[in-house]
């Protein structure tokens, strides 16, 4: 069965760095694009990131444009978001999601992770 | 960026009464090309992550009960639950996927059983 499960988050300091990891199975990956979407406490759904199948086209919201890098590995069956620079405004559960229903550059997820949980404070 | 947004913010249902959900976009995301409405319905309960309900605005997914259906065209959309089980409590989003995933999700409707 399709499974994504996410990992890497934690406590980091402002300024401070962390790479999550988002290990899917139970489908051929690389025929998929991957998103990360991010869940503030108590607050709604916010887009972060998006990498077509191949790698080859990324996006980045505003947010953390610059800051955030997204990559995969095919051969891994694994898609990671590199996080610098990182803000207390970024705390949150990191989600990644299999893009089944997609445009040219977005995707609707029919298979979320668990989540990770990144929080960054001092 | 296309902006979404969901009205009401909250809603108390009764058991077995119908709930609607708006969801409104920006700009019209209905593709002319294929004629889709680029347009996801998600459900969301405490500590779990989004589950797809209803994908193109008006196709469910697999497993999803019936008593959900999504309507609408253009820039105006619905999410119905036809009659409200205990097990329908949770936070709903609207997305659009017709261009940029910046903004992409509602706000969110939380729904309350009344």
């Known amino acids: 069965q399709v499974q994504l499960v996410e990992s890497g988050g934690g406590l980091v300091k402002p300024g401070g760095s962390l790479r999550l990891s988002c290990a899917a199975s139970g489908f051929t990956f690389s025929d998929y694009h991957i998103s990360w979407i991010r869940q503030a406490p108590g607050k709604g759904l916010e887009w972060v990131s998006y990498?077509?199948?191949?790698?080859?086209?990324?996006l980045y919201a505003d947010s953390v444009m610059g800051r955030f890098t997204i990559s995969r590995d095919n051969s891994k069956n694994s898609v990671y978001l590199q996080m610098k620079s990182l803000r207390v405004e970024d705390t949150a559960v990191y989600y990644c999601a299999r893009g089944e229903y997609c445009s040219s550059n977005s995707c609707a997820g029919d298979y979320w992770g668990q989540g990770t949980l990144v929080t960054v404070s001092s | 960026d296309i902006v979404m947004t969901q009205f009401p913010d909250s809603l108390a249902v009764s058991l077995g009464e119908r709930a609607t959900i708006n969801c409104k976009s920006s700009r019209s995301i209905l593709y002319s090309s294929n004629n889709k409405n680029y347009l996801a319905w998600y459900q969301q309960k405490p500590g779990q992550p989004p589950k797809l309900l209803i994908s193109?605005?008006?196709t469910r997914e697999a497993g999803v009960p019936d008593r959900f259906s999504g309507s609408g065209s253009g820039t105006d959309f619905t999410l119905t639950i036809s009659s409200l089980q205990a097990e329908d409590v949770a936070v709903y989003y609207c997305?659009?996927?017709?261009?940029?995933?910046?903004?992409?999700f509602g706000q969110g409707t939380k729904l309350e059983i009344k």
């Open positions: 990498i077509s199948g191949s790698g080859a086209t990324f």
């Open positions: 997305q659009q996927y017709y261009n940029t995933p910046e903004n992409s």
């Open positions: 193109w605005a008006s």
